[in-house]
């Protein structure tokens, strides 16, 4: 029986174990600084047709555009200047609804970020970045058993592996989360 339950704590440490890299699409490292964040004031993106930083719209800016806008700005602090190119943004797109849950919860608005990741997550269940976020918002509340359930969703979605997954698994044995 003890064999049976040293087993059992050898594999949770092998789960948890750190990954050489981490695959994830577009969100595996920091946005790098753009115009928009390094010239651009005031919420306003920087147009390369125009050559000038503008108020973004939904005719200058394609939805990715501005999504794109939208992680830089949170990245970079600018939380408010974040959720006011969210409001232009289509807000039945389960990346718009997960990027609200982000800045809510950087702007330490817990409850209010769970009901936007859990609206994402309702709008598209495989939102593995979603439940990352969200997991991670749970590790900063000291709620460990309800990220390492995020972490095991993102896991049986086919996330093992990628940026989502990595961090959310590097933020439950660390304690610490990502601003990306």
Same mark, same amino acid.
């Given at each position: 029986?003890?064999?049976?339950?040293?087993?059992?704590?050898?594999?949770?440490?092998?789960?948890? +174990?750190?990954?050489?890299?981490?695959?994830?699409?577009?969100s595996s490292t920091a946005p790098k600084p753009t115009n928009t964040t390094k010239k651009c004031l005031f919420g306003r993106v920087y147009d390369k047709d125009a050559g000038r930083c503008v108020k973004p719209d939904k005719t200058n800016f394609t939805q990715d555009e501005l999504y794109d806008a939208v992680? #830089?700005?949170?990245?970079?602090?600018?939380? #408010? =200047?974040?959720?006011?190119?969210?409001?232009?943004?289509?807000?039945?797109?389960?990346?718009?609804?997960?990027?609200?849950g982000f800045t809510y919860r950087k702007m330490g608005e817990l409850e209010l970020a769970n009901v936007y990741y859990?609206? +994402?997550? #309702? /709008? =598209?269940?495989? =939102?593995?970045? /979603?439940?990352s976020y969200m997991g991670q918002g749970f590790v900063s509340e000291g709620k460990t058993d309800l990220a390492i359930m995020q972490w095991r969703e993102i896991k049986a979605r086919g996330g093992e592996g990628t940026w989502a997954e990595t961090s959310l698994r590097e933020a439950i044995q660390t304690g610490l989360t990502y601003s990306y």
């Open positions: 029986m003890r064999l049976v339950l040293v087993s059992a704590i050898a594999l949770q440490a092998f789960a948890f +174990a750190p990954v050489v890299h981490a695959a994830g699409g577009d992680r #830089e700005l949170a990245y970079d602090g600018q939380l #408010e =200047n974040a959720q006011n190119i969210l409001r232009i943004m289509d807000q039945d797109d389960d990346r718009v609804m997960t990027y609200w859990n609206n +994402a997550i #309702e /709008a =598209n269940p495989d =939102n593995i970045l /979603a439940r």
